[in-house]
């Protein structure tokens, strides 16, 4: 494209009254009417012929190239100059030439048809120089936006270098704040675990105290009421007597003496005084009624009378002896088989342990103590690791190329999207780009940030972002972002040149050149 100062000088209006006119054939530009004069022979512009000048635009095609009728229809490939002036000229071919349709806009190219054409080239010129005149303000603009990004640029780079420091420096006193605190629970925790066994063993042990005391005084009452013979709540000296196990000197009756000995004073006694007084003297010797003396343990076997062969054996008959008896005793219906026992509702399950006691003071002042030390060591950890992630994301940050002088960084952790009739476009610059269906759908990943993919004299104009969501039997979607120079920052389409190919385009102050000064435009 030619600069735009150039394109303004080539719409300028047609020359003033006075100017000098260079006289050539129609059809011919000024820069080819040295080959036309009229005072010679022509030469076609191929060199294929030399034909007298009479002959050009003759209406008769003499040159292979059709340079001899640049002003008729003649040749099918000649070339008929539009001089347009006060707007582009333009070159059409000169099978167009009078053929009833207006080509030029200065209605030269219809001088034999009688077609009304109309000379529109100063109102066409007019609306071009306003609309360079406004795209040369939006990029002076623009530029001039562009400078100031520059600057935040520069001060936001060093503003973050700065934070990244404050960061790592922080980050080394928390890292030895870490290590204090562990080794400072780790202290805590040990006294805290040492209380908190020692407790549980003293409990432990007072429960397992109490089963036995209440696994006692269950015995206790039993022996009470098999000894109240009569019933009435008492047990009495007499109902000793008849009682022979409880015989203390070892002649095999219980004396009158030897009762009264164990009943004490007052007599008789009722189920607490036995429990209380008697029972602790007599449980060694008590026996109840039908449980004879415990019998001896027998002997134990030598070793060599039974080999482990032969025990084994006989543990595999009576195994097999006792599930034949189970299949013989299990005939009969399978409903009475599935029929669980009655249950009666006084019949209660195994009792849950007691919860255990709440802990003593000192124990609880040492659990404090350690979950203080619990605590302030979490705290420093989550700051330790917020302080890390922090001072990656600066490093990923600072290490990105955001342009020649920093311009880009702007666009860095921002989103811009656009809708179509169908999908809403997402671009995160230097993240990713996605699509997203507009009336509800999963979101497709169009590429993630790859690098910068502009010619080799304008790299920053134009970013590549790869590896998206694959295509069904394709390849993985891929994305190249456009951009182009605007006041503005914003995406302004999309679309799918090729298949999971993309193109997006950007407009962004960042892409803006620098201007052409007024010195420059006044000498073109």
Known sequence: MLPLPLLLLLLVPPALPGAVEVTRPRGVSLSNHHFYEASKP????DGSATIAFAWVNDDYCDCRDGSDEPGT???PNGRFHCTNAGYRPQNIPSAHVNDGVCDCCDATDEYN???ACENTCKELGRREREALQRRAEVEREGFRIKQRLVQEAAAGRQEKQGRLGGLQEARRGLEQR?????AAKE?????????KEEQRRRWEAEQRAAAAAAQEAARADEAFAELDADGDGWVTAAELR??????????????EDEAQALLGDPTPVDATAFRDRIWATIKHRYRPQGQAEPP?????????????EE???EEEEEAEEEEEEEDDGGEGPEEELKVPPPQHPEEKGPEEPPPEPPFDDATQALIDAAQRAREELEEAERALKEAEESIRALEQELAFDFGPQGEFSYLYNQCYELGTSEYIYRLCPFKRVSQKPKHGGAETNLGTWGAWAGPEHDRFSAMKYEHGTGCWQGPNRATTVKLSCGTETAVTATTEPSRCEYLMELVTPAACHTPPSHEDHDEL
């Open 42 to 45: 022509f030469t076609c512009l």
């Open 187 to 195: 202290a805590a925790e040990e006294p805290e675990r040492a209380a």
């Open 113 to 115: 048809s009688g077609a």
């Open 73 to 75: 229809a003649a040749c």
């Open 296 to 308: 001896p343990p027998p002997p134990e076997p030598p070793l060599e009378e039974t080999p482990p």
């Open 242 to 255: 008849a009682r022979p196990e409880l015989d203390a000197d070892g002649d095999g009756t219980v004396s």
């Open 311 to 313: 025990e084994e054996e």
């Open 178 to 182: 870490v290590g204090t605190l562990r």
